[in-house]
């Protein structure tokens, strides 16, 4: 979603605004408080202990058809930036 707010055509901001929060950084906001919450990051490293692990299936995540429709074009090196910022 942080990766997607740079070039926002105003559909981020429209969700934000009918879930009655004041902005799309709120909305980015609150969904980082719900999986902290819920302990994802956690999760995601008893399963994957090592970041390097992870960046190294970038390439499997990233498929032509799903990246497609997304806002904003993505690179492998975007991925990889995402799930480093993401990580633990």
């Known amino acids: 979603l942080r990766f997607n707010?740079?070039?926002d055509d105003g559909r981020i901001h429209d969700l934000a605004l009918g879930l009655g929060l004041r902005s799309a950084e709120t909305l980015y906001l609150c969904i980082r408080r719900i999986l902290d919450e819920l302990g994802v990051n956690k999760i995601v490293t008893e399963y994957v202990p090592d970041v390097e692990e992870l960046v190294a299936l970038a390439q499997e995540m990233l498929t032509p058809e799903r990246a497609s429709n997304?806002?904003?074009?993505a690179k492998e090196s975007d991925l990889i930036t995402i799930l480093k910022d993401s990580y633990g």
């Open 5 to 7: 707010l740079e070039v």
């Open 70 to 73: 997304n806002l904003r074009s």
